[in-house]
């Protein structure tokens, strides 16, 4: 078992590998995850774009606060046997180019899952047809397909796409969000992801969609658009899920 790196780190350092950890195990609670094969990352306090992401090939369900690696966004892992902490070269394309370029998103998340690839594949992306996705109105980008995220020329236009906004569709491919917290890049992704989800179900009907009129959507975006700078908002809903995984038989605070 990996040992912990708690006593090597900061304590700031050490609070933000817990929440980045924490949410490797929601999205696998939530089943976010495709295997290995997506990434979270948060920036490191203190530093200049050096950020955290996961030990490629461990489970999310697994994902311990030690498992972290320090990488900066050229590429250097920032560990005393690199080798042994692997990262997705794809993975550090895709949070590199937002590390670098948004200073304010302090924790980013993507995701590939059944429904949002689905909806990522439909030339009108998301829907206003739930309250859910009414949330994202305003705040939601998209980012062409352009091949798995290797080249790091892809970086500047995933930066540019994104914006100064806190989430974006990747075309055929997924989904990113953002945060100046892990509790708001987490609900960014929740509610994004349950969007998806109940587009997905509404169409599988196959009868007409009722959208509410345009008005009603404006207020409702509105509505939730308020709530985008309470901290207080996120951290609730951040609270009641950290308690789903609290119990894990591997702590993820370790």
Known sequence: MLMSVRNQVSAEEWDVRCDLAALYRLLAHFKMTDIIYTHISARLPGEKD?????????????????????????????????????????????HSAIHQARHDAKFVIHTHSAASIAVSA????????????????????????????????????????????????????????VGRSAAEAFSHVYYLERSCQIQIAAQSGGVELL????????????????????????????????????????????
């Open 50 to 94: 050096t950020f955290l992401i996961n030990k490629y090939g461990v489970l999310f369900d697994r994902m311990r606060a030690s498992d972290l690696v320090r990488i900066d966004v050229d590429g250097n892992i920032i560990e005393d046997n690199p080798s042994e902490k692997p990262v997705n070269s794809a993975g550090f394309t895709i």
């Open 122 to 177: 439909q030339k009108h992306g998301l829907l206003p047809i739930s309250q859910h996705a009414l949330k994202l109105q305003g705040i939601l980008a998209y980012h062409d397909y352009e091949g798995i995220a290797v080249d790091l020329s892809e970086r500047e236009r995933l930066a540019r796409d994104l914006g100064n906004k806190y989430a974006m569709i990747l075309r055929n491919h997924g989904l990113l969000t």
């Open 211 to 254: 959208y509410p009129p345009q008005e009603v959507i404006d207020k409702t975006a509105e509505q939730w658009h308020q709530r985008n700078n309470d901290e207080n908002y996120f951290r609730t809903f951040w609270n009641a899920c950290v308690q789903l995984i609290e119990n894990d038989p591997i702590d993820y605070r370790t």
